[in-house]
């Protein structure tokens, strides 16, 4: 969790050595990574490439089809956004020592198709999941019951000193929406406010129009 300073070293995790069945392993995290590798080429194979929604520039904040940065994606981290409120894609969530040396003991997985890496394991944090797409007109209203409980979630654990990782793919777009929505619930901010803080500290945001839609009428859907 890099740039929320919370790293790790080889000399922070148990080793597979030391301790099989615990989660936060240097092992563990390597199968988490070769499961994700796998699993986004077989789909890459099955589906092909899914078309690309309209996205908030970085710089302008107009709509825009934004390139997704692969650096971003693997070598950054996860960002704090707020104090126990973490964004980060699916590598970050597939990093079994830094989530241990995070304490981190919810994982929000925001996606429809990426495996919980650690669920069931002994030490790991609590799953849940958001089942969204990444997609034009995409929208979290076709999954308010799983948003609903993923934010009441949230607020438990971070209530309680706990420490949340959201994460989707990239870490860019659903995300970042679970983490706005979850800001906006504890501080009243507006959706333009908590996005633009989100972005501020998380630099690959790049949010799905569709979603900030989401955010700008959330009291009415939220409800």
Not at 84 to 108: K, M, Q, T, W, Y
Request: proline fraction near 4%; aromatic fraction near 8%.
């Amino acid at each position: 969790m890099q740039r929320a300073e919370h790293t790790s070293s080889d000399e922070d995790a148990p080793t597979h050595k030391e301790d099989s069945e615990h989660y936060a392993t240097n092992y563990a995290a390597c199968m988490a990574y070769v499961q994700l590798l796998l699993h986004k080429v077989w789909k890459r194979v099955r589906d092909g490439g899914e078309e690309q929604p309209e996205r908030l520039e970085a710089e302008t904040g107009a709509p825009g089809v934004v390139q997704k940065w692969w650096t971003h994606f693997w070598n950054n981290g996860a960002s704090e956004i707020s104090p126990g409120l973490f964004v980060g894609s699916a590598a970050d969530a597939a990093c079994a020592p830094n989530l241990h040396s995070a304490g981190i003991s919810l994982v929000v997985n925001a996606t429809a198709d990426i495996p919980n890496f650690f669920e069931g394991q002994r030490g790991a944090p609590e799953y849940v999941r958001v089942p969204m797409a990444d997609v034009p007109d995409a929208t979290f209203r076709t999954h308010l019951q799983e948003t609903k409980a993923a934010l009441a979630k949230i607020k438990e654990v971070r209530d309680k000193g706990g420490q949340v990782l959201v994460h989707c793919l990239m870490g860019a777009s659903r995300s970042v929406a679970v983490a706005c929505l979850a800001l906006m619930e504890e501080t009243g901010w507006s959706a333009e406010r908590a996005y633009a803080t989100t972005q501020a500290k998380r630099c690959p945001a790049r949010i799905n129009v569709s979603f900030m839609k989401d955010l700008e009428t959330a009291s009415e859907w939220l409800e």
